[in-house]
């Protein structure tokens, strides 16, 4: 496995214009081809991919696509279009596709499945919404491992071990989204080794260590060593603040200083 850490920038429904993107795009690209240490992708908005295509230092990503190539299906981006487009890299099963658009997991395991059929490398979101509940009998339910638990078995079915190497796994408990209230490093690291775990079962050690691990939700450039270095994570998701182009490359630098 490639050891330097994965940082992903996730601009979702933003900047509104083009002149916006390419400023923001530039901005960390300067500062972020300069280190060798880690891997970075954007991912912007469909529509902004076209500008950055020729640029070499940073890889793209797509913030989703649909589960067929072609056809008539009306507003949808197919895999092979993010591909033309240059990117390497999509984003699949985000926790507002879930929320807002009620993607499921049998939708989530078709796009995964033709994703990889157009080699690209899906980034598959999982994550429980609430923190830890509590039983009638007040005994603690373990909300992480039973939703992500039940996220990576529909998810990946009928996943192979050679396609699952492929593939980048996101940590990203919704309760931390957006909220400036991350989950802490223990609570990530638990979440890590639960994948790890479960990956170990559905095919074996070798095949899990491979598959990166990251973590997202809050990220900031005073935590995010914190999720690398501390929790053990491959790498980070990070949204809101990949949208300044200073504090992204804030984030790059902790993480590979």
Known sequence: MNHKPLIIANWKMNPTTQKEAEHLFESVEKEVGKIKEAEIVICPPFVWLNSFKVKSKIQLGGQDCFWEEKG?????????????LGCQYVIIGHSERRKHFQENDEIINRKIKTALKNRLRPILCLGEEVRDTFDSQGQPLNEMSLKVGEQLEKDLMEISAA???????????????????PCSPDEAMKAALFIRKTLTKFYNRSVAEKVKIL?????????????????????????????????FVKIVEKVVE
């Open 72 to 84: 008539a299906y009306t507003s949808q981006i197919s895999p092979l279009m993010l591909k033309n």
């Open 215 to 247: 973590y997202g939700g809050s990220v900031t450039s005073q935590n995010a060593a914190d999720y690398v270095k501390g929790a053990g994570m491959n790498g980070l998701l990070v949204g809101g603040a990949s949208l300044n182009a200073t504090e």
């Open 163 to 181: 396609k699952i190497r492929e593939m980048v796994i996101a940590y990203e408990p919704i309760w931390a989204i957006g909220t400036g209230v």
